[in-house]
């Protein structure tokens, strides 16, 4: 059974940095395309960053030019930058694999609070 891992989250100071890493077990075959999520109180789920099989990146609006995705595919895991953290950035960080175009899996989310 396939199972992504989450680590790395907590409590961090406003201005702060924290690396999220999402490693898969379970499976011989390489997670070809990584997103992150995060959910905050009272909000919907939003994507955050993604990066494809290319390595061509994508960003949300609000993370651009603070956080950084990337990938270790010898590792098979997914890993969030996420740098110049403010209170807003406060929510569960959820990571998303797929395995080509048709198998999906989510971490089990891991907490990030920003204190100002």
């Known amino acids: 059974q396939v199972q992504l891992v989450e680590s790395g989250g907590g409590l961090v100071q406003a201005g702060g940095s924290l690396r999220l890493s999402c490693a898969a077990s379970g499976t011989t075959w390489r997670i070809d395309h990584w997103g992150w999520y995060r959910q905050a109180p009272g909000k919907q789920r939003e994507m955050v960053a993604s990066?494809?099989?290319?390595?061509?990146?994508n960003y949300a609006d609000s993370v651009k030019g603070r956080f950084s995705i990337s990938r270790d595919n010898a590792k098979n895991t997914g890993y969030l930058q996420m740098n110049s953290l403010t209170p807003e950035d406060t929510a569960i960080y959820y990571c998303?694999?797929?395995?080509?175009?048709?198998?999906?899996?989510w971490g089990q989310g891991t907490q990030v609070t920003v204190s100002s």
């Open positions: 990066i494809v099989s290319g390595g061509t990146t």
């Open positions: 998303n694999g797929q395995i080509g175009s048709i198998v999906s899996y």
